[in-house]
């Protein structure tokens, strides 16, 4: 059948946009870097990058669905808490203790999961909600910023491999392997954005709806926490911050609006939400390089945001109901 | 004939002595206090097209939803090969081999045409969806619906209406059912799709399917089905092999409600010369609408008849202004008006008022006050320098209050708390505070309380009589039969026949509404006219 390349486009757009934009973006700043792009330059890049991304495919489980999830950087700042007490003496000692922050992660998305499926509450209320319980756990955890990590892990995943590649794209890739494509590609996966798309009409076809959202949430509570103790492999430490739970979940949100993931539900994917949160951290990047004053970072990467938004207004064009425009 | 007809339901077809493939008997369902279904019986053999007919209200959606595992029966038996069967949810009955292409799509906007033929059990290897065998099942699927122009990996949301019922049709064909429910399937199809459909029902019914064909277009029965079930009021009335009754007689199986309202008297009005309070030329929207002209004069009430969704509220919101993009003209006063939005419809010199049909989303906001809900399309005759004056306010108020009898204990309390008559009564009092010229009204009555509905009877007669203009959509025939002084009835968006005086009576309105062809209509009125 002839055409199947212009519907596997339509269907990726947003991806490929946000992965255009990121290679420009990235190779201006590179071009640009006073020191060139050595490994190191790239590892430390990489690192912020992942980071983030991890909280971005996080929060595309839960957006997919038509939710949204405002705890997870706060499930990050408490396994960053937990993994800075638990992940350190033997190896058998910090296997133990890598389980026990995946599974506190992974409980506090079930949590929200379970609050928002069988109480039929808004999503952004009852992750607020929970937020602020879970930071008050990490806060309970860790009352003084300290603590420690296993160092051969956390120089494992923040260093570099053999011919410098940075560690941490291989995690990265690691995860959308493991954890992102066996989803999208299983039925769950497509439950999650049938209901996302339309919730009735999901339901009308049969489709696991409940399991589903179950499973998205759980899913992004457990990488919320993969994203907390990556922290602690880059600081060593643990802190219960409530600014870097805050500003983790809002640049989530940004870097999947800028991944092309619709905060509507049921399109977008998580390559994309990576591409964004590396975009993201990538306009940060070139301000610097640029020698633009750090106090007018945020300032560009709000108007860059801004602008991503405004892209999907662009579909108010083609609305003939206005009662559309209110529903 | 209603007698021997309900013989028929007992021991459906005799020359089959097999026991039938699906059947209900004694099915009941109540919504509140609504009687929705009562008694329903219905057989469903293999191989046959079974045509299930009956007008707004009768029971068809109820019963349809109760064989798709979309609502529980209250009381009743379905046997399925004999067996008894229930089902908790959709998939219970598509486990059961009952596929259903409803009215109100089904598909999933943002996924693909083939994610969406798959949804409900893709086709999976190692636990993961297996891509390339849920191409060759979709594009398997769509050729048998005869939709094999389309292509499996185009998204829902970028196909047409008619092509999306296609994919609706292949979807329901990919679960291999046995028995397939078609709710009005080829209501939104282009011509050269509803040809295909039905070489492709004949084909299934070759196949040995069972095909449940719920439609309102007499002519497509004639062509389709092999057996006919006729509902009325809830309960299955008859059951006949098709061909056997003429159009006319299915009609008259299909009316006879109880008149259960008392409407007030008309004063029998001279066609007025005067140029008329609103007048539409050759509207249209989209498909919905096409081409609809009507004149309403100063003291008049129109009804809009036909079977629900023929594009009567679409005309409604058009003329409030909330389509975008319609065609033609709207005139008021003889003077052409750009109905940009209710907040130019409800201006002084134009004076419309639109009483949705949800007053619960589109009419009311229930936690409010009922003084604020009154007040809010008059707020802004009701201020100067856009601060509310509260003893106007509080007059205009209690004037409208006792002008409805509305029952409160209070305009304070939330309209949450009103019954749902009451609630109605607001909506229409929110409108009447603006002392509208022009009254359009959305099926007003449905839901509420016979005593209440008498009350906003008699109120359209004096709104009329005080030189209102009146638009009346009621889905109840009964209705339009007793408080219109003309009723417009609508099929496929267009108005298809206008009944005047002594025309409009239940026959007239259900043969039109059907859309019967000329000569019956006009066998109807003259049978109208006898009796």
New interface residues.
């Given amino acids: 059948m002839t055409g199947d390349g212009s519907y596997w486009l339509r269907e990726h757009k947003g991806t490929l946009l946000a992965f255009g934009a990121f290679v420009a973006m990235f190779t201006i700043y590179a071009a640009n870097h006073p020191a060139g792009l050595n490994a190191n330059v790239a590892t430390t890049a990489a690192n912020k990058g992942v980071l983030l991304a991890i909280v971005a495919i996080a929060q595309t489980l839960v957006v997919v669905t038509s939710g949204i999830d405002l705890s997870v950087g706060m499930v990050m700042v408490l396994a960053n808490c937990l993994a800075s007490t638990i992940v350190v003496g033997t190896p058998a000692m910090t296997a133990l203790g890598v389980v026990g922050v995946l599974l506190v992660g992974a409980l506090c998305g079930a949590i929200n999961g379970i609050i928002v499926i069988f109480g039929r509450l808004q999503p952004i209320v009852t992750t607020i909600a929970t937020g602020a319980v879970y930071y008050g756990a990490a806060l309970a955890l860790r009352r003084v910023p300290g603590g420690d990590v296993n160092a051969t892990l956390a120089d494992a995943l923040t260093g570099q491999l053999p011919g410098g590649v940075p560690a941490s794209l291989v995690l990265l890739l690691a995860l959308v392997l493991v954890v992102w494509l066996p989803f999208r590609r299983s039925v769950i996966g497509r439950a999650a954005y049938a209901l996302g798309s339309s919730e009735v009409a999901a339901y009308m076809s049969g489709v696991p709806i409940r399991r589903a959202k179950f499973v998205a949430y759980t899913l992004s509570g457990l990488l919320a926490s993969v994203a907390g103790l990556f922290l602690t492999c880059i600081t060593y430490s643990g802190e219960a911050s409530a600014a870097n739970g805050s500003t983790y979940t809002l640049y989530s949100i940004a870097a999947v609006v800028l991944g092309g993931v619709s905060l509507f539900g049921g399109s977008g994917s998580a390559i994309g939400a990576i591409f964004g949160a590396l975009m993201f951290r990538t306009i940060g990047d070139l301000l610097f390089v640029f020698n633009v004053e750090p106090l007018w970072q945020p300032l560009f990467q709000g108007m860059v945001l801004l602008a991503a938004i405004c892209l999907g207004s662009l579909r108010l064009l083609r609305i003939r109901n206005r009662l559309d425009l209110y529903g | 004939m209603t007698a021997d007809a309900g013989a028929g339901v007992e021991s459906p077809a005799p020359s089959r002595s097999d026991m039938p493939l699906f059947a209900m008997r004694g099915v009941s369902k109540r919504y509140g206090g609504v009687r929705a279904l009562s008694d329903a019986e219905l057989s469903i053999e293999a191989g046959r097209i079974h045509a299930v007919l009956g007008e707004n209200g009768a029971g068809k959606s109820t019963l349809i939803k109760i064989m798709a595992g ?1 609502v529980a029966p209250d009381e009743g038996r379905m046997l399925l090969d004999g067996e008894p069967v229930a089902f908790d ?3 219970d009955a ?1 486990a059961a081999g009952i596929a259903c292409i ?1 009215q ?9 045409v083939a ?2 033929i798959a ?2 059990n ?1 086709p ?1 290897r190692f ?3 297996d ?1 390339r065998a849920q191409r060759r099942m979709a594009e398997e699927a769509l050729a048998r619906a005869g939709a094999d122009n389309i ?5 829902v949301k ?1 196909l047409s209406l008619s092509r999306r019922q296609m994919v609706e049709i292949a ?1 329901a064909l990919a679960r291999k059912p046995r028995i397939l429910i078609l709710d009005e399937a080829t209501s939104a199809l282009t011509a050269a799709d509803v040809t295909k459909i039905y070489d492709v029902l004949r084909r299934l019914r070759e196949d040995g399917l069972a095909l449940v064909y719920i439609s309102h277009r007499m002519h497509e029965i004639a062509e389709l089905a092999d057996e006919c079930t006729v509902f009325c009021n809830g309960r299955s009335v008859a059951s006949f092999p098709a061909g056997t009754r003429t159009d006319n007689e299915i009609v008259e199986l299909m009316i006879g409600r109880e008149f259960n309202a008392v409407f007030p008297a008309r004063s029998p009005r001279a066609p007025s010369d005067d140029a008329p309070r609103l007048e539409v030329r050759h509207l249209g ?2 498909e919905r609408l096409n081409d609809v002209s009507l004149k309403l004069h100063a003291g008049e009430v129109i009804g809009l008849g036909g079977l629900d969704g023929q594009g009567q509220r679409e005309l409604l ?1 058009a003329l409030f ?5 319609t065609t033609g003209e709207v005139l008021i006063d003889g003077r052409p008006v750009a109905l940009r ?1 209710p907040h130019v419809a409800k201006r002084k010199d134009i004076g419309m008022a639109l009483i949705p049909e949800d007053r619960k989303t589109e009419g009311l906001m229930l936690p409010m006050s009922v003084r604020d809900n009154l007040s809010f399309a008059a707020l802004d005759t009701l201020s100067h320098l856009g601060v509310v004056d509260a003893a106007a306010e509080r007059d205009a108020v209690d004037r409208i209050v006792r002008m409805l009898a509305i029952r409160t204990d209070g305009t304070d309390l939330p309209a949450g708390s009103l019954s749902g008559g009451n609630q109605q009564k607001l909506v229409l009092g929110k409108w009447l505070m603006i002392a509208p010229r022009i009254l359009l009204l959305n099926d007003p009555t449905r839901g509420i309380d016979v005593g209440t509905k008498q009350e906003i009877y008699q109120l359209l007669r004096e709104l009329a009589e005080a030189g209102a203009a009146i638009l009346f959509y009621s889905t109840d025939y009964d209705e339009l039969v007793g408080c219109c002084d003309r009723v417009l009835v609508m099929y496929d968006g267009a108005v298809r026949r206008e009944l005047i005086g002594a025309e409009i009576n239940e026959r007239a309105l259900v043969s039109s509404a059907l859309n019967i062809g000329a000569e019956v209509s006009h066998h109807v009125a003259a049978n109208a006219a006898r009796t």
Avoid: C, Y
């Fill in positions: 979309v949810s959709p998939s598509q409803f109100e799509l089904s598909l999933i906007p943002d996924l693909s994610d969406n949804i409900s893709p999976r636990g993961l969806i891509r292509h499996p990996l185009a998204l970028d979807k929207w989209t919101l202004g909330v389509l975008r993009g939005g």
